[in-house]
């Protein structure tokens, strides 16, 4: 699943697939190699949501930059701009122990004319990955699953000779070396993506996509942003508990921190309830309404269903400590080694299930995603002075949807106050 970046890196993106073509997350920014110090776990019991505002991982650390209060000004204008991109709308929530901030644009139904609602469903895309993460982690801590053993270990015939290096957490941490995708459809057009868009695809047909060649490069020694990694993960989790990679992740997150708006749709087409619509422009100019969309060629790296509202209280929690023990947590937070760098030559900014940028001397942690006629993206800082959700509508074919993120980043970190 596509990636949105702050600044597009042509040289990373790899070949085009069922889904849009892929983007290097937050390319071009400065990132930061340095571990923010992670808090001690929170406890949490089934049921019981902790509190955004609470528990250990919300302290800011020694040297941390206080933040000013959001910019109200400068954030209503990032998401009115519809324009750079085109996009039918936006929401976006800023929060943290700095300030908070709520806003909409634009509009959720073309037909209707009905606006963007705060709580609106979207399709959340690689945001996904950060959920699969989150399980194999617990798995981890659990024993059940050493993230150290060859994939081949669990995965016994699935992947072909000369894959043997080939680990769960190399597949975690993009590290995998996986080839490139041959012999999916070539969705070179928006009139491509109408006609293959209810394709149904299993989760092995698209690992045998990817394994038709020899590894791009030994596991462990550079990194390459790519989604059939969490496909080969997810199936990881299923051998291991025996259950739908989404029973797991509802059973150990959605349930505890009550995200009730937040599903793997699997065979559903549709978006159920209130939710933005998706759409692609046309080479004829016409738009067309693509919201329906069977997700089964992204899986689990990238059909989540979700709201800007979940998918903040999910971070908050994640980053406070209450779905991971520090041990795991920690390693949402550790780049790569120094020596392993991205394919075009710039430093590792992936972890396990998140991604790293630095904007004006603050650096998020987070995860972006795109689907047809959807971008989102959730991130904050290590200590949650700042969090941020957002996801808009964009409607051209292969645009940069980078420039709608970089605003609200830009934004975010602002120090000018407007009164």
Not at 180 to 186: A, I, K, N, S
Not at 219 to 242: K, M
Not at 348 to 368: E, H, I, M, N, P
């Amino acid at each position: 699943m596509t990636s949105t970046p702050l600044s597009p890196s042509p040289a990373a993106r790899a070949p085009r697939t069922v889904r849009p073509s892929r983007r290097t997350v937050l390319g071009g920014v400065a990132t930061s190699t340095a571990l923010a110090t992670v808090g001690t776990p929170v406890a949490m019991g089934a049921g019981h949501a902790p509190s955004p505002r609470t528990g250990p991982g919300t302290r800011s650390g020694p040297g941390s930059r206080a933040l000013p209060p959001p910019d109200s000004g400068a954030l209503r204008a990032a998401i009115d701009d519809l324009e750079h991109p085109r996009a039918t709308g936006a929401q976006l929530r800023v929060s943290g122990s700095a300030g908070r901030w709520y806003g909409t644009s634009g509009v959720a139904d073309l037909r209707t004319g009905r606006p963007v609602g705060l709580n609106d469903k979207v399709r959340a895309g690689s945001v996904t990955k950060a959920f699969v993460a989150t399980v194999a982690l617990q798995l981890a801590d659990e024993g059940r699953l050493r993230l150290e053993s060859p994939v081949r270990h669990y995965l016994p015939g699935l992947l072909p000779p000369g894959f043997e290096a080939l680990t769960v957490a190399h597949l975690l941490g993009h590290t995998s070396g996986l080839p490139d995708h041959v012999g999916l459809p070539e969705l070179d057009t928006p009139e491509a993506v109408l006609r293959h868009r209810f394709d149904r695809w299993t989760p092995q047909q698209l690992v045998a996509t990817a394994t038709r060649r020899p590894l791009k490069f030994t596991p462990g020694t550079r990194q390459e942003y790519r989604g059939i990694n969490y496909v080969l993960a997810a199936l990881v989790i299923e051998q291991v508990t025996g259950r739908p990679y989404g029973e797991e992740v509802t059973a150990r997150v959605l349930r505890p921190l009550r995200l009730g708006d937040t599903s793997f749709p699997g065979a559903d087409r549709r978006i159920h309830g209130r939710h933005m619509h998706g759409y692609l422009d046309m080479t004829d100019g016409s738009r067309e309404d693509v919201t329906e969309f069977d997700m089964s060629g992204a899986w689990a790296e990238g059909e989540l269903v979700s709201t800007t509202g979940d998918l903040h209280r999910f971070l908050a929690a994640l980053f406070s400590g209450a779905l991971l023990p520090e041990r795991q947590l920690r390693r949402m937070f550790t780049l790569p080694p120094a020596h392993v760098r991205m394919l075009d030559g710039s430093p590792a900014r992936y972890s396990t299930g998140l991604q790293t940028a630095t904007v004006d001397g603050v650096t998020f942690w987070g995860k972006t995603g795109e689907q047809y006629g959807y971008a989102t993206g959730m991130f904050a800082t290590r200590d949650q002075q700042r969090r941020l959700v957002w996801s808009f509508g964009p409607t051209q074919h292969g645009a940069d949807p980078s420039p709608m993120s970089r605003r609200i980043v830009k934004a975010a970190t602002s120090r000018h106050v407007v009164r």
